[in-house]
């Protein structure tokens, strides 16, 4: 049997622990409760502010001069993107990995490496990897050459885009 005072314990400690919840629940309402007591959406009318509309310009709608970026395109700043795809494709000559190898593969027949077996959506878009379908391709592969094998997100940047070419192109030299 229960002595008395054992049971008076008990029940002092769940009271104790309800009051203590009871308060900290208070004191959060009291400090992040934006409802109520003349505040919140009513209140906030009060600071309204007027601004002008400006036109907002979608930046990636603009077409953009890629012969004029491969002119000016850093061959340095290249082989710092080729870090990305190093994992899958290897720079020299008959040097296959994941990927095909890129050496020599500006301006090279697409699908023509020998031991590699492509997925075949790369011969439907191109004839040859000039510069504009490596532009293509580099920028979203699965949308350029949909049903490729290449699971990379591609380049956003053009200007990472046009270094790599530019990287890849000075490696056959």
């Given at each position: 049997?229960?002595d008395t005072?054992?049971?008076?314990?008990i029940i002092?400690?769940?009271?104790?622990?309800l009051?203590?919840?009871?308060?900290g629940?208070w004191a959060?309402?009291s400090?992040y409760?934006?409802?109520?007591h003349?505040?919140?959406?009513?209140?906030a009318?009060?600071?309204?502010?007027?601004?002008?509309?400006?036109e907002?310009v979608?930046?990636s709608e603009?077409?953009?001069?890629f012969a004029?970026?491969?002119?000016?395109?850093?061959?340095?700043?290249g082989?710092?993107?080729?870090?990305?795809?190093?994992?899958?494709h290897?720079?020299?000559d008959g040097?296959?990995a994941?990927?095909p190898h890129?050496y020599?593969?500006v301006?090279?027949?697409?699908g023509?490496?020998?031991?590699y077996?492509?997925?075949?959506?790369?011969?439907?878009v191109a004839d040859?990897?000039?510069?504009?379908?490596?532009?293509g391709?580099?920028?979203?592969?699965?949308?350029?050459?949909p049903?490729?094998?290449?699971?990379?997100?591609?380049l956003?940047?053009?200007?990472?885009?046009a270094?790599?070419?530019a990287?890849l192109?000075?490696?056959?030299e």
């Amino acid at each position: 049997m229960l002595d008395t005072m054992i049971f008076t314990k008990i029940i002092g400690g769940f009271c104790g622990a309800l009051l203590i919840y009871l308060l900290g629940n208070w004191a959060a309402e009291s400090f992040y409760h934006v409802g109520g007591h003349g505040h919140g959406e009513k209140h906030a009318y009060g600071y309204a502010i007027e601004v002008e509309e400006e036109e907002i310009v979608d930046e990636s709608e603009e077409e953009i001069d890629f012969a004029a970026l491969m002119e000016v395109a850093d061959v340095s700043k290249g082989a710092k993107v080729w870090g990305k795809c190093k994992a899958c494709h290897k720079l020299e000559d008959g040097a296959n990995a994941t990927g095909p190898h890129l050496y020599a593969v500006v301006d090279r027949e697409v699908g023509s490496v020998s031991g590699y077996n492509y997925s075949g959506a790369l011969v439907k878009v191109a004839d040859v990897w000039d510069i504009d379908s490596l532009n293509g391709f580099l920028e979203n592969p699965k949308t350029y050459a949909p049903g490729t094998k290449m699971g990379f997100a591609g380049l956003k940047k053009p200007d990472d885009r046009a270094n790599l070419i530019a990287y890849l192109d000075s490696v056959e030299e």
